[in-house]
C-alpha cells in the first residue's frame, strides 16, 4: 500500500540540467515545488581529477540507476540489437548531468527553428531528406532569445558575443542570430595550441571565435574561476566553477523555502485523476512507494525516461501510455551526429596536456545554412571544434595513424614520442528526425524493478552520411592548414544510446504530430509539462543544454503566468 503525502503544487521529476533551471523561477513566482531526484547531493569533495575512476569506471554517480536501465538499441525494425553499453553517460545525481557535462553553452541558430519553410524558400522542397518528419519549430530564435538570455546570466556563462542587437563583433560568432546583449563573462582563455588552429582558418577565410561554456572564467555569483586543471570531461568540478544546477539554479531557489528536495526518490509513474489530469507521481524511496499528489507534473528526466514514464504510465483514458492517444510518444527521435570525427598527427608537441573541453575555438561557417548548399545534395552542416584536453589514458588510446603497429616496443616508442602531438576534433552536425527512427518499451529486458528499458530504434539516413563527409573533409582541410601531416576519419557508427538524444516528446502546434503544445505542456493532459530535449524538433550544430534550459524556464515562467488555467 502506497503512502499518500501532503499535496503540493508543481512536482518536479528529476533535477538536472532541465529540471534544476524550472525550479527557480517557480519558487521566485511562489509556487510551492516538491523537487523528486533519484540520486543524492554530491559535493565538491566528490569530484576527483581521476581518469580512471571518472572516465573508464564511469564514476562520479551518487546512485547507479542510469546504468541499470541503459536503452537497448537496434538500427531498424527487425533488425539485430547492437551490443548493450554497460555505463550510461547520464548522471543521477542533484543537478543530474550538469554535475560532469562538458559545459558547451550554446544557442540555436536562426535556420534551426526553422528547417522545413527555410529550405523550401532558398533551394525547392525537393531537398527536404525523404522520409524526415522535421518540422518547423512553433516559434523562432527572437521568442527562445529572452530566455537564453535569462539561463546564461543565472547559471554563469563565459564567451564572446557575434551579434548584439544586429551589430557583428569578428571576435565572436558572425553567425550567430541577435542577442540582446553579449555573455555575462568574457570566455575562457585560449592556449597554444587553439591560437595555433584560429590562426589556421582566419588563413583559410573562415571565422573562428571561442565558444560559450557555463565555466566561470572569472569569479561569480561567489563561486571561483576555472582553474584550467582539466579533468572536466566527466568529471565534476571540486571549485565548482562549472555552473551545474546543482551549484546555481537549484540553491537559489532552495533559498525561498519553496522547494523541497527529495533524493533518491525513483519515480516510476505518473497518475491521472478520473478527468485525465495528472493527479501526481508515485516513487519509491528505501523500499517504500509513495504518492506525491501535485497540481502540475513536470516531467524533466531526461529523453528517454521521459518516454519510458509516460509509456509506462497507462490507465483506461490513456491505454497506450500517458498523452500518447495520438501515438506520437517516442516518435521524431534522434540522436546527434557528433561521433564521427577527424584526427590529426602534428610533427611537434601541442603542449596540450592542461585545459578543459570547453576551452576552444569553433568555426562556423560550414554549419547549419551559413554556406549555399545549392551545389550540393545535403541540407544542414556542422560546428568545427577542437580544444585543450589531454588525459593520460586517453593519450596512451591514440591511434597510430598507420605509421606504427598497434602492440610492442615500437608501438610504446610511437606513443611516447606521439602522445602530446595529436588532437581529435569534436564534430556536431544536424540530424533529422525520420519516420522510421522511434522510441518504445523493449519487450524482453527489464531494468531491476522488473520495468522494460527503453528500446531505440534508430539510424542515419543518407542526409546525415552526406553531412558527415562533408564536415570531415572540412576538418582535415583545417588540420592540415594548421600543420597537421597525417588526419584520420572515425566511422559514422549508429545512433545507440547517447549524451545528445533528442525527440520523443515532440513540441508543436499540431497534436497529431505533436505530444507538447507550444509552452511545453502535453496536448492531451494539460497539467502535465514536458522538459528536456524530447520536446525538441530539431537538434542544430551544437550541444542542446542551454536551449533544454531557456525552454525549460519558458515553459516554468508560463505556468507561474498561467496558473488558473493550467492548475485549475
Ligand atoms: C560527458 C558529457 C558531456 C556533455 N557535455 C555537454 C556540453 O558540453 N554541452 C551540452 O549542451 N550538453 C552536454 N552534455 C549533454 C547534457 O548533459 C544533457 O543535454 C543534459 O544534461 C540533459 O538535461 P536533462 O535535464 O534532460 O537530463 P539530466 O541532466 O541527465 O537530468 C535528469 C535527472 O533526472 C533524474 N531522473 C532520471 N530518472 C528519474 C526517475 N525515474 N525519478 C526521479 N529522477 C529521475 C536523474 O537522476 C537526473 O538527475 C554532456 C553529457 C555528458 C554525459
Ligand atoms: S577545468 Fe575548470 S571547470 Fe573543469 S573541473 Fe577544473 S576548475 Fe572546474
Request: charged content about 20%; hydrophobic content about 35%.
Given at each position: 500500500?502506497a503512502?499518500e503525502?501532503p499535496?503540493?503544487?508543481?512536482?518536479?521529476?528529476?533535477?538536472?540540467?532541465?529540471?534544476?533551471v524550472?525550479?527557480?523561477p517557480l519558487?521566485d513566482?511562489g509556487?510551492n515545488?516538491?523537487?523528486?531526484?533519484a540520486?543524492?547531493?554530491?559535493?565538491?569533495?566528490?569530484?576527483?581529477?581521476?581518469e580512471?575512476?571518472?572516465?573508464?569506471?564511469?564514476?562520479?554517480?551518487?546512485v547507479?540507476?542510469a546504468?541499470?536501465e541503459?536503452?537497448?538499441?537496434?538500427?531498424a525494425?527487425?533488425?539485430?540489437?547492437s551490443?548493450?553499453?554497460?555505463?550510461?553517460?547520464m548522471?543521477?545525481a542533484?543537478?543530474?548531468?550538469?554535475?560532469?557535462y562538458?559545459a558547451?553553452s550554446?544557442?540555436?541558430?536562426?535556420?534551426d527553428?526553422a528547417?522545413?519553410?527555410?529550405?523550401?524558400?532558398?533551394y525547392?522542397s525537393?531537398?527536404?531528406?525523404?522520409?524526415s518528419?522535421?518540422e518547423?519549430?512553433?516559434?523562432g530564435?527572437?521568442?527562445?532569445?529572452?530566455?537564453?538570455?535569462?539561463?546564461?546570466?543565472?547559471l554563469?556563462?563565459?564567451?564572446?558575443?557575434?551579434?548584439?542587437?544586429?551589430?557583428i563583433?569578428?571576435?565572436?560568432?558572425?553567425?550567430?542570430?541577435?542577442?540582446a546583449?553579449g555573455y555575462?563573462?568574457?570566455?575562457?582563455r585560449?592556449t597554444?595550441f587553439?591560437?595555433?588552429?584560429?590562426t589556421?582558418?582566419?588563413?583559410?577565410?573562415?571565422?573562428?571565435?571561442p565558444?560559450?561554456?557555463?565555466i566561470?572564467?572569472?569569479?561569480y555569483?561567489?563561486?571561483?574561476?576555472?582553474?584550467?586543471?582539466?579533468?572536466c570531461?566527466r568529471?565534476?568540478?571540486?571549485?565548482s566553477?562549472?555552473g551545474?544546477t546543482?551549484v546555481?539554479?537549484?540553491?537559489?531557489?532552495q533559498?525561498?523555502k519553496?522547494?523541497?528536495v527529495?533524493?533518491?526518490a525513483?519515480v516510476?509513474?505518473?497518475?491521472?485523476?478520473?478527468?485525465?489530469?495528472?493527479?501526481?507521481v508515485?516513487?519509491?524511496?528505501?523500499g517504500t512507494?509513495?504518492?506525491?499528489?501535485?497540481?502540475?507534473?513536470?516531467?524533466?528526466?531526461?529523453?528517454?525516461?521521459?518516454?519510458?514514464?509516460?509509456?509506462?504510465s497507462?490507465s483506461?483514458?490513456?491505454?497506450?501510455?500517458?498523452?500518447?492517444?495520438?501515438?506520437?510518444?517516442?516518435?521524431?527521435y534522434?540522436?546527434?551526429n557528433?561521433?564521427?570525427?577527424?584526427?590529426?598527427l602534428?610533427?611537434?608537441?601541442?603542449?596540450?596536456?592542461?585545459g578543459?573541453?570547453?576551452?576552444?575555438?569553433?568555426?562556423?561557417?560550414?554549419?547549419?545554412?551559413?554556406?549555399d548548399?545549392?551545389?550540393?545534395?545535403?541540407?544542414?552542416?556542422?560546428n568545427l571544434?577542437?580544444y585543450?584536453?589531454?588525459?593520460p589514458?586517453a593519450?596512451?588510446?591514440?591511434?597510430?595513424f598507420?605509421?606504427s603497429?598497434?602492440?610492442?616496443?615500437?608501438?610504446?616508442?610511437?606513443?611516447?614520442?606521439?602522445?602530446?602531438r595529436?588532437?581529435?576534433a569534436?564534430?556536431?552536425?544536424t540530424?533529422?528526425?525520420?519516420?522510421e527512427?522511434?522510441?518504445d518499451?523493449d519487450p524482453?529486458?527489464?531494468?531491476?524493478?522488473?520495468?522494460?528499458?527503453?528500446?531505440?530504434t534508430?539510424?542515419?539516413?543518407?542526409?546525415?552520411r552526406?553531412?558527415?563527409?562533408?564536415?570531415?573533409?572540412?576538418m582535415a582541410?583545417?588540420y592540415?592548414a594548421a600543420?597537421?601531416?597525417?588526419?584520420?576519419?572515425s566511422?559514422?557508427g549508429?545512433?545507440g544510446?547517447t549524451?545528445?538524444?533528442?525527440?520523443?516528446?515532440?513540441?508543436?502546434d499540431n497534436?497529431?504530430?505533436n505530444v507538447?503544445?507550444?509552452w511545453?505542456?502535453?496536448?492531451?493532459?494539460?497539467?502535465l509539462?514536458?522538459?528536456?530535449?524530447?520536446?525538441?524538433?530539431t537538434s542544430?550544430?551544437?550541444n542542446?543544454?542551454?536551449?533544454?534550459?531557456?525552454?525549460?524556464?519558458?515553459t516554468?515562467?508560463?505556468?507561474t503566468?498561467?496558473?488558473r488555467?493550467i492548475?485549475?
Open positions: 500500500m503512502t503525502l499535496g503540493t503544487d508543481v512536482v518536479v521529476v528529476g533535477l538536472g540540467a532541465a529540471g534544476g524550472a525550479v527557480l519558487a513566482a509556487v515545488v516538491v523537487g523528486l531526484e540520486g543524492t547531493w554530491l559535493s565538491p569533495a566528490d569530484f576527483a581529477p581521476d580512471l575512476r571518472n572516465n573508464v569506471r564511469g564514476w562520479p554517480h551518487s547507479q540507476k546504468n541499470r541503459v536503452p537497448t538499441h537496434r538500427p525494425t527487425g533488425a539485430p540489437y551490443p548493450r553499453p554497460a555505463i550510461h553517460p548522471m543521477n542533484v543537478g543530474g548531468t550538469t554535475l560532469h562538458w558547451q550554446w544557442r540555436l541558430s536562426p535556420w527553428f528547417v522545413v519553410s527555410r529550405t523550401r524558400q532558398r525547392g525537393s531537398r527536404l531528406p525523404p522520409g518528419t522535421v518547423d519549430w512553433p516559434f530564435l527572437d521568442e527562445l532569445e529572452p530566455y537564453y538570455d535569462r539561463v546564461e546570466v543565472e554563469g556563462v563565459s564567451g564572446q558575443a557575434g551579434n548584439v542587437r544586429g551589430a563583433d569578428r571576435r565572436g560568432n558572425i553567425f550567430e542570430g541577435s542577442r546583449r555575462p563573462m568574457p570566455p575562457l585560449g597554444g587553439t591560437d595555433m588552429m584560429a589556421a582558418a582566419r588563413g583559410l577565410g573562415w571565422h573562428p571565435f565558444g560559450p561554456a557555463a566561470n572564467s572569472g569569479r555569483q561567489n563561486r571561483s574561476a576555472c582553474v584550467y586543471h582539466g579533468y570531461a568529471g565534476g568540478c571540486h571549485v566553477a562549472k551545474s546543482a546555481t539554479t537549484i540553491p537559489k531557489a533559498r525561498s519553496r522547494l523541497t527529495v533524493t533518491e525513483h516510476t509513474a505518473i497518475d491521472i485523476d478520473r478527468n485525465g489530469r495528472a493527479s501526481g508515485r516513487y519509491l524511496k528505501g512507494e509513495y504518492v506525491q499528489p501535485a497540481r502540475v507534473v513536470l516531467l524533466a528526466s531526461y529523453v528517454y525516461e521521459n518516454v519510458r514514464l509516460l509509456l509506462l497507462t483506461a483514458a490513456f491505454p497506450k501510455g500517458l498523452s500518447n492517444n495520438h501515438g506520437q510518444v517516442g516518435r521524431h534522434f540522436s546527434h557528433q561521433v564521427s570525427t577527424v584526427s590529426a602534428f610533427p611537434r608537441d601541442l603542449n596540450a596536456w592542461y578543459l573541453p570547453a576551452q576552444g575555438v569553433a568555426v562556423d561557417n560550414w554549419a547549419d545554412d551559413h554556406f548548399h545549392t551545389g550540393l545534395d545535403f541540407i544542414g552542416g556542422g571544434w577542437v585543450s584536453d589531454r588525459r589514458i593519450a596512451a588510446g591514440m591511434s597510430t598507420g605509421r603497429p598497434r602492440w610492442g616496443a615500437q608501438w610504446k616508442a610511437f606513443v611516447r614520442e606521439n602522445a602530446d595529436w588532437n581529435t569534436y564534430l556536431q552536425k540530424t533529422l528526425p525520420y519516420e527512427n522511434y522510441l518499451l524482453s529486458v527489464r531494468d531491476p524493478l522488473g520495468f522494460p528499458v527503453c528500446r531505440i534508430a539510424d542515419y539516413k543518407e542526409n546525415e552526406k553531412v558527415t563527409a562533408f564536415i570531415q573533409d572540412k582541410e583545417w592540415r600543420g597537421a601531416i597525417e588526419t584520420e576519419r566511422p559514422l549508429t545512433m544510446p549524451t545528445h538524444a533528442y525527440g520523443g516528446t515532440r513540441m508543436g497534436p497529431e504530430t507538447v503544445n507550444r511545453g505542456f502535453s496536448h492531451e493532459v494539460p497539467n509539462g514536458i522538459l528536456g530535449a524530447s520536446v525538441m524538433g542544430g550544430s551544437r542542446p543544454t542551454l536551449t533544454v534550459q531557456a525552454l525549460a524556464w519558458r516554468a515562467r508560463h505556468l503566468e498561467q496558473w488555467s492548475a485549475a
